[in-house]
């Protein structure tokens, strides 16, 4: 090994090796020569292309689209021809058009040592260990090796803050892929200096390896290099570079969050379960101009932006090490290009449900190492109210007041309900419901019927899939603790004489005794003063119900302090990226 090692490293420049100072170093730059003899091939069953990938000796990629069922001979004259005709124009310019043109490469494909015929289909001929000849120069066949069809780096990067690479592999594992960091050594650099192999000129540093690299104050107006190569155990592909589009940034500060993450250091032991159910305000709403103006006019501009705000829900969310989050008003581009790529570095898998008629939905995610995902029983609480027997009788009272009824049906609230399993005690599921209610300040009447239907459709799914399993019900009740909601679940009825029956005008009251199919359920947080604090307003709307007599609490993260969040006047600010606080517990579950 050694021999093969020094042998190699002498065919390498100089100024090369002195840039190569560590193992790793040398072990990429080794590995990158292996893959300049490498042709990949993509072919699956049922699809009726593949394609073949390799480098030329003059460094232009080569890549190919061809029938599967088209025989090898053609692919390997159109190789040949290829080569001929760019080697021929090049003949051209050097000779003035005079002069023999080149013959074409001799290209063959072997297997085993045995030449591959012309009249094999291209589905059987290329197979992963053949090796390709095109003229003296020899490829080796990988044959779907592992290849990153997403790679991709966030475009804000803020010193103390992770940066998370969205990243999807075919033929591969996320876990077995290789990770190192770069940093360049001189700030500003040219576009086409990023664009050179790290190491060649010595214009980029090594700073880490791993998925996730938090960049320092140190790399502050340095931009950042990821070299990725994607693998399946011992098998690996073409490696990937990912040049930042800007320079890393400085940071807020200390953020409201900082003093909580002190309590969360670590994961809950098992059988507790840490939750976290936060309403991390949708890009759709934070970019409108009543946002900017009206409701959040104290907050920088900057500090509005999605990019800057989602570095900071990222790391705050993984400082909280949760075993269950429940997430509202997330954009569906941030759960799927933004969200799970960083949450999945952290050991957690999530599902999403988009709202009607909306860009923005539910989120919920759960470490994969403690839970799976049995089943899901998402629904529309308008659609439910009117398509699923179970709620006739609610249905039948709603419906005496056509009014109150239209403003029900109009509404696309949903609610998103996982059931998970412990995989430590399999058997053991808890059903994890997650819903963001109707937001007007007078539609107490609409809340009382959609959580009416929600309990009832709970009830249902407990019964039908999970008898026994305890209920965790998260989310954005948009519900102060006097009101109905609020006393429906804790209390398990509201009466007709609730002032929420009316709160819309008499023309829309609608009074009825509502009842709760569960027994009465626990705010684990209780009623903190606020978890929604902005310039008009500040209230407690979110909150994390459980079955005291399933779960007991063991510990309530503590709010941020009143300082905290009023340190910018309001929510959101530079420090916080939500105009809600999230709420954070462990759950003691017994086992």
Same mark, same amino acid.
């Given at each position: 090994? #050694? ?7 002498a065919l390498l420049p100089r100024r090369l090796l002195l840039a190569s100072s560590s193992p790793r170093t040398l072990t990429s730059l080794l590995g990158r020569m292996e893959m300049a003899r490498t042709a990949t091939v993509r072919c699956l069953p ?78 059987? &001929? ?44 075919? $033929?591969?594992?996320?876990? *077995? ?5 770069? +940093?360049?050594?001189?700030?500003? !650099? ?6 050179? /192999?790290?190491?060649? *000129? ?23 290099? #990821? ?11 073409? !490696? +990937?570079? /990912? ?16 003093n909580r993450h002190a309590y969360t250091v670590r994961e809950a032991e098992w059988p507790a379960v840490r939750v976290v159910t936060y309403n991390i305000l949708a890009d759709v709403y934070a970019q409108t101009e009543l946002s900017k103006t009206v ?85 529309? #609480?308008?659609? !439910? ?8 009788? /609610? ?14 049906? =109009?509404?696309?609230? !949903? ?8 995989? =430590? +005690? ?39 899939? &999970? ?5 965790? $019900? ?5 519900? %102060? ?14 009466? #007709? ?28 947080? %209780? ?59 462990? /759950?003691?579950?017994?086992?």
């Amino acid at each position: 090994m #050694l021999n093969h090692l020094s042998a190699a490293l002498a065919l390498l420049p100089r100024r090369l090796l002195l840039a190569s100072s560590s193992p790793r170093t040398l072990t990429s730059l080794l590995g990158r020569m292996e893959m300049a003899r490498t042709a990949t091939v993509r072919c699956l069953p049922g699809e009726p292309k593949l394609t073949i990938s390799f480098r030329l000796d003059n460094g232009s990629h080569k890549n190919m689209l061809r029938d599967q069922d088209e025989p090898l001979g053609k692919v390997l004259v159109r190789i040949s021809n290829g080569l001929a005709k760019g080697q021929g124009k090049k003949s051209k310019k050097r000779n003035n058009n005079k002069g023999p043109q080149p013959e074409p490469a001799v290209v063959k494909l072997y297997h085993e040592g045995e030449e591959v015929s012309d009249t094999v289909l291209n589905s059987e &001929a290329w197979r992963d260990g053949s090796v390709l000849h095109v003229g003296d120069v020899e490829y080796s066949i990988r044959r779907n090796a592992p290849a990153f069809v997403t790679a991709e780096l966030p475009v804000a990067l803020l010193a103390g803050f992770p940066v998370c690479p969205n990243l999807e592999v075919e $033929f591969g594992h996320l876990q *077995d892929c290789e990770f190192t960091w770069y +940093k360049e050594n001189t700030p500003n !650099a040219s576009p086409e200096a990023a664009e050179e /192999l790290p190491r060649q *000129d010595g214009s980029w540093a090594e700073v880490g390896c791993g998925r996730v690299h938090v960049p320092s104050n140190q790399d502050i107006g340095f931009r950042l290099k #990821l070299l990725c190569t994607p693998k399946d155990g011992g098998r690996s592909g073409p !490696a +990937k570079e /990912l040049v930042s589009v800007g320079a890393v940034e400085a940071g807020p500060g200390v953020c409201t969050f900082d003093n909580r993450h002190a309590y969360t250091v670590r994961e809950a032991e098992w059988p507790a379960v840490r939750v976290v159910t936060y309403n991390i305000l949708a890009d759709v709403y934070a970019q409108t101009e009543l946002s900017k103006t009206v409701l959040y006019p104290y907050c920088a501009p900057y500090a509005l932006q999605l990019d800057y705000r989602q570095n900071l829900i990222k790391k705050e969310l993984a400082g909280y090490n949760a075993d269950i989050v429940c997430l509202q008003e997330v954009d569906k581009g941030v759960f799927s290009d933004s969200l799970t790529p960083a949450l999945d570095a952290f050991g957690l898998d999530g599902v999403f449900r988009i709202k009607e008629k909306q860009h923005e939905g539910l989120a919920t995610f759960y470490r994969r190492s403690k839970f799976q995902l049995l089943s899901q029983h998402d629904i529309v #609480l308008s659609e !439910a109210l009117t398509s699923d027997p179970i709620h006739s009788t /609610l249905l039948e009272s709603v419906s005496a007041n056509s009014g109150l009824k239209g403003k029900i049906l =109009k509404r696309s609230t !949903a609610m998103q309900v996982s059931v998970l399993e412990d995989l =430590k +005690k399999p058997g053991r599921k808890v059903c994890v419901a997650n819903t963001h209610l109707y937001w007007h300040p007078k539609g107490g009447n609409v809340r009382l019927v959609q959580m009416g239907v929600a309990l009832r459709h709970l009830s249902h799914v407990i019964n039908e899939v &999970a008898p026994g399993a305890p209920l965790l $019900f998260c989310g954005d009740f948009n519900s %102060s603790p006097n009101s109905g909601v609020f006393q429906l679940l804790s209390e398990t009825a509201v009466p #007709l004489q609730h002032a929420d029956w009316s709160s819309s005008g008499p023309e829309e009251s609608c009074r009825m005794e509502l009842q709760s199919t569960f027994p009465p359920l626990l705010s684990a947080c %209780s009623q903190p003063a606020y978890t929604n604090y902005v310039g008009g307003f500040h209230g407690c709307l979110d909150y994390i119900f459980i079955q005291p007599d399933r779960m007991q609490v063991e510990q309530v993260i503590p709010l941020p302090t009143h300082q905290e969040v009023t340190t910018y006047e309001a929510l959101p600010s530079v420090a916080h990226p939500s105009d809600h606080i999230a709420l954070i517990c462990d /759950l003691r579950w017994n086992p």
